[in-house]
Protein backbone atom coordinates (compact mmCIF):
# COMPACT_ATOMS: atom_id res chain seq x y z
CA UNK A 1 0.00 0.00 0.00
CA UNK A 2 1.46 3.60 -1.09
CA UNK A 3 0.43 5.87 1.95
CA UNK A 4 0.35 9.19 -0.25
CA UNK A 5 -2.35 7.78 -2.49
CA UNK A 6 -4.71 7.81 0.14
CA UNK A 7 -5.47 11.16 0.80
CA UNK A 8 -8.98 11.12 1.58
CA UNK A 9 -10.06 12.67 4.83
CA UNK A 10 -6.54 14.16 5.20
CA UNK A 11 -7.35 17.67 4.29
CA UNK A 12 -10.88 19.74 4.30
CA UNK A 13 -12.74 20.13 0.81
CA UNK A 14 -11.55 22.74 -1.23
CA UNK A 15 -14.72 23.59 -2.33
CA UNK A 16 -18.43 23.49 -0.35
CA UNK A 17 -21.59 22.53 -1.60
CA UNK A 18 -22.39 26.06 -1.47
CA UNK A 19 -26.51 25.69 -1.25
CA UNK A 20 -27.82 27.89 1.46
CA UNK A 21 -31.00 28.28 3.93
CA UNK A 22 -32.32 31.05 5.86
CA UNK A 23 -28.66 32.27 4.87
CA UNK A 24 -26.51 29.76 6.28
CA UNK A 25 -24.00 27.62 3.82
CA UNK A 26 -24.18 23.81 3.80
CA UNK A 27 -20.85 22.76 5.12
CA UNK A 28 -20.93 19.42 2.81
CA UNK A 29 -18.53 18.94 -0.24
CA UNK A 30 -19.90 20.33 -3.47
CA UNK A 31 -22.03 17.42 -5.10
CA UNK A 32 -22.60 15.69 -1.83
CA UNK A 33 -25.47 13.73 -2.21
CA UNK A 34 -28.51 13.77 0.56
CA UNK A 35 -29.45 16.44 2.03
CA UNK A 36 -27.62 19.52 3.06
CA UNK A 37 -26.78 20.52 6.15
CA UNK A 38 -25.14 23.15 8.80
CA UNK A 39 -24.29 22.16 11.98
CA UNK A 40 -28.51 20.94 13.05
CA UNK A 41 -30.23 22.53 10.05
CA UNK A 42 -30.95 20.27 7.48
CA UNK A 43 -32.67 20.65 4.12
CA UNK A 44 -33.47 19.23 0.41
CA UNK A 45 -32.74 21.39 -3.13
CA UNK A 46 -36.42 22.33 -2.93
CA UNK A 47 -36.33 24.07 0.49
CA UNK A 48 -32.63 25.86 0.01
CA UNK A 49 -32.80 29.72 -0.70
CA UNK A 50 -32.99 30.99 -4.16
CA UNK A 51 -28.79 31.05 -5.58
CA UNK A 52 -27.83 33.15 -8.10
CA UNK A 53 -29.76 36.25 -9.19
CA UNK A 54 -30.12 35.74 -13.29
CA UNK A 55 -29.46 39.86 -13.00
CA UNK A 56 -25.71 38.77 -12.42
CA UNK A 57 -23.45 39.56 -15.11
CA UNK A 58 -25.57 42.09 -16.94
CA UNK A 59 -24.63 45.58 -17.95
CA UNK A 60 -25.92 48.03 -14.99
CA UNK A 61 -25.57 51.91 -14.95
CA UNK A 62 -25.06 53.38 -11.34
CA UNK A 63 -28.04 54.66 -10.22
CA UNK A 64 -29.12 58.25 -8.98
CA UNK A 65 -27.96 58.64 -5.22
CA UNK A 66 -30.07 59.94 -2.30
CA UNK A 67 -28.68 62.82 -0.45
CA UNK A 68 -26.60 60.72 1.73
CA UNK A 69 -25.16 59.42 -1.02
CA UNK A 70 -26.95 55.93 -1.38
CA UNK A 71 -26.52 53.85 -3.45
CA UNK A 72 -22.80 54.70 -3.37
CA UNK A 73 -22.43 53.71 -6.84
CA UNK A 74 -24.29 50.79 -7.23
CA UNK A 75 -26.87 50.06 -9.48
CA UNK A 76 -30.44 48.36 -9.36
CA UNK A 77 -30.50 44.79 -10.52
CA UNK A 78 -33.76 44.20 -12.62
CA UNK A 79 -34.36 40.74 -11.55
CA UNK A 80 -34.09 41.05 -7.54
CA UNK A 81 -34.36 44.92 -7.34
CA UNK A 82 -31.54 45.41 -4.98
CA UNK A 83 -28.55 47.41 -5.32
CA UNK A 84 -25.72 45.44 -6.30
CA UNK A 85 -22.30 47.05 -7.29
CA UNK A 86 -20.92 46.92 -10.75
CA UNK A 87 -17.50 45.66 -12.01
CA UNK A 88 -15.08 47.40 -14.56
CA UNK A 89 -16.71 46.36 -17.33
CA UNK A 90 -20.10 47.57 -16.59
CA UNK A 91 -21.42 44.44 -15.61
CA UNK A 92 -23.38 43.91 -12.19
CA UNK A 93 -21.76 41.63 -9.87
CA UNK A 94 -22.44 37.81 -9.05
CA UNK A 95 -25.24 38.09 -6.40
CA UNK A 96 -27.85 36.14 -5.11
CA UNK A 97 -31.83 37.01 -5.27
CA UNK A 98 -31.62 37.52 -1.70
CA UNK A 99 -29.62 38.28 1.22
CA UNK A 100 -30.72 37.24 4.62
CA UNK A 101 -27.66 39.14 5.81
CA UNK A 102 -28.68 42.14 4.01
CA UNK A 103 -28.87 44.86 7.07
CA UNK A 104 -32.05 46.55 8.10
CA UNK A 105 -30.44 49.49 7.01
CA UNK A 106 -29.43 48.72 3.66
CA UNK A 107 -33.30 47.79 3.44
CA UNK A 108 -34.45 50.91 4.80
CA UNK A 109 -32.27 53.22 2.15
CA UNK A 110 -33.52 50.98 -0.59
CA UNK A 111 -37.16 51.56 -0.02
CA UNK A 112 -36.60 55.27 0.57
CA UNK A 113 -34.42 55.45 -2.95
CA UNK A 114 -37.73 53.83 -4.46
CA UNK A 115 -40.05 55.74 -2.91
CA UNK A 116 -37.49 58.47 -4.32
CA UNK A 117 -36.94 57.49 -7.75
CA UNK A 118 -39.80 55.44 -8.75
CA UNK A 119 -40.12 51.87 -9.89
ZN1 LIG B 1 -25.23 20.87 0.32
ZN1 LIG C 1 -30.35 40.55 -8.92
Do not use: Y
Not at 59 to 72: K, Q, S
Amino acid sequence: MDGAADSAGAAAPARFCGSRKDGRHCTRPLGHPGLHRHQGAMWTDAGADPLRCPGSGEPGEPAARLANGFPGGRAVCPHCQRFIAIDASGRLAEHDTSDSDEPADETTQRREWFNTHGW
